[in-house]
């Protein structure tokens, strides 16, 4: 699977827009790029997974350029419970391969 | 819907003991995987059930680690004898399509002494 490299820390304020930017150059032509969501004391959550151009829900945006190679997860209007890690995976089939190949992770910090 | 639930969500051990994690898929969800994560490092998977049946456990570390699922529902790992470095947070998730969302559970924490 495609290995991914993301910042491993970002700040923000409340009400602002938070994007973080997933670069996985070797990514494969059938590999879907998908987001997950970390709090303290609780396992990973889905997001939001695209494979090209852009996909929005009611929690984020994702935006993949034309080559793939990387990927951008745009989080409108951060409030404190936006603080988490947020991981990017990059993986075969929709909602990735049967093991998830989990980076290092962003560790997103919102302040009031 | 219940989720994923795990347990037990904290466990002290002594190095040398045994412990067994529990960990109950979601209703009808035929695929339950087993990750961890150690001290400083990533998430990593451990392996992966198709109801009773070990599909992938190219991730288990060594045989000290016995992954059980009899039945099909709830699995357990055990791992015996434990070491220091086996502390960590082991997480189960489960899904419906062995290519579909896999739904974590809360985790459990193990501390080796």
């Known amino acids: 699977l495609a290995k991914t490299t993301q910042p491993i820390s970002m700040d923000s304020y409340e009400g602002q827009e938070v994007n973080i930017t997933c670069s996985h150059n070797n990514i494969a032509t059938n590999d879907y790029i998908t987001w997950y969501q970390q709090f303290p004391s609780q396992g990973p959550r889905f997001i939001i997974q695209g494979y090209k151009t852009k996909v929005t829900n009611e929690v984020a945006s994702l935006f993949i350029p034309a080559d793939r190679k990387s990927s951008t997860l745009s989080l409108p209007r951060v409030s404190l419970s936006d603080t988490a890690v947020y991981y990017c995976?990059?993986?075969?089939?929709?909602?990735?391969?049967?093991?998830?190949?989990f980076g290092t992770g962003t560790r997103l910090q919102v302040f009031p | 819907e219940a989720g994923v639930t795990q347990f037990p969500s904290h466990s002290v051990i002594e190095k040398g003991q045994t412990v067994t994690l529990r960990c109950d898929p979601i209703?009808?969800?035929?695929?339950l995987y087993w990750y961890r994560r150690v001290m400083g490092k990533e998430i990593k998977f451990l392996l992966h059930?198709?109801?009773?049946?070990?599909?992938?456990e190219s991730g288990m570390p060594n045989n000290r680690f016995l992954a059980e699922r009899t039945g099909g529902t709830y699995s357990t790992l055990k791992v015996q004898p434990a070491e220091l470095e086996d502390s960590g947070v082991y997480f189960c998730?489960?899904?419906?399509?062995?290519?579909?969302?896999?739904?974590f559970g809360p985790g459990t924490r193990l501390t080796v002494t």
């Open positions: 059930f198709v109801k009773e049946s070990k599909q992938d």
């Open positions: 998730a489960s899904s419906q399509d062995r290519d579909g969302l896999q739904y």
């Open positions: 209703s009808g969800h035929d695929n």
């Open positions: 995976l990059v993986g075969a089939q929709s909602y990735n391969t049967d093991k998830l190949i």
